[in-house]
């Protein structure tokens, strides 16, 4: 069998002991992102905000995705009269939602979230490169940190993303298209002159038992791009969209709920070493 393992460009980070993403002075954004749809973005999403509002700080999610799948798992939908202009004019505040958890509050998406590349091209053009620098600012004092839930696109919103997050955290599934996705994403923050360092990859739905996992995570797990916590492929996550709640939240012992809690520490120390 001939394998086609991508490259992956090695990259050093330089370690400055510098309070970032656990300062809880400034509100800090987390976009979880990735090029790629059904990596397990959403589940990533709902579950860290669902881990960071359990450790006593103020989340809110922003559902940037129409498909309003994060909304979807906390049975919320947008109020009347919320869109995307709303949200690109920064009126969005008496938008955001509670949901049943202490902590969390939901910024719903919308169906017309699927044009917001349009009008993102639109403000582009109008000489404002990047409507979402400084958009969420208003909301410092509110939260202490913003997750951003994107969806698949490399196009201007994910370029308006990896340039408005403190921290971009892309899964990764231990399969050639993931790696090759995290390569666009690589290309992507080199064209926007983003610092690489910013991203906290991850793999998501690792299935132990198949050769084609192993083969990749061997191959990769060391790189410095990746975080060392690893979210298994889990019939918890997967139900999700039956009981539609973050996992554990039935206050049951949850393993998935174990993960999603180490992986957060992790991202926290990651967010130091910048
Ligand atoms: N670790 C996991 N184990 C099992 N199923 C998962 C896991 N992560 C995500 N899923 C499921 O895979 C599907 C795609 O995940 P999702 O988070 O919606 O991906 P994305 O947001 O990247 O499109 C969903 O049905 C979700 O419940
Ligand atoms: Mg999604």
Redesign the pocket.
């Known amino acids: 069998m001939i394998v086609f393992i991508p490259h992956l460009t090695k990259l050093t980070f330089k370690i400055h002991a510098k309070d970032f993403l656990s300062s809880t002075i400034f509100m800090k954004i987390l976009a ?1 992102y ?1 090029g ?11 579950n860290l905000s669902a881990v960071i509002a359990q450790s006593g700080q103020r989340v809110l999610l922003c559902d940037m ?1 129409s ?1 309003g ?1 994060a909304s979807y798992y906390f049975r919320i939908v947008p109020k009347k009269k919320y869109n995307s202009s709303k949200l690109l004019a920064g009126k969005f505040d008496k938008y955001i939602q509670q949901t049943e958890f202490a902590n969390l509050d939901l910024l719903p998406a919308h169906f017309s979230f699927r044009n917001l590349d349009l009008a993102l091209g639109r403000i582009r053009e109008e000489g404002r490169s990047n409507a979402l620098l400084g958009l969420f600012a208003p909301l410092q004092t509110a939260y202490d940190y913003l997750v951003l ?1 994107c969806p ?1 696109t490399l196009t201007i919103l994910g370029e308006n993303i990896i340039e408005a997050a403190d921290l971009v955290i892309t ?1 990764v599934i231990p399969t050639s298209l993931s790696i090759l996705a995290l390569q666009r994403l690589l290309k992507l923050f080199k064209k926007k002159r983003v610092q690489q360092k910013k991203i906290g990859a991850f793999f ?3 299935e132990q038992r198949k050769t084609m996992h192993r083969l990749f995570l061997d191959e990769y797990g060391d790189h410095p791009l990746f975080l060392t916590t690893r ?11 039956l009981c539609r709640n973050p996992v554990g939240s039935d206050g049951k012992t949850s393993l ?1 709920a174990v993960q999603y809690n180490e992986l957060w520490q992790e991202i926290l120390q990651r967010g130091e070493q910048l």
């Open positions: 979880i990735s790629k749809g059904g990596v397990g973005k959403t589940a990533t999403a709902v995705d498909q799948a839930d698949p899964p998501s739905m690792v979210i298994p492929f889990m019939a918890e996550i997967e139900k999700m969209g998935a």
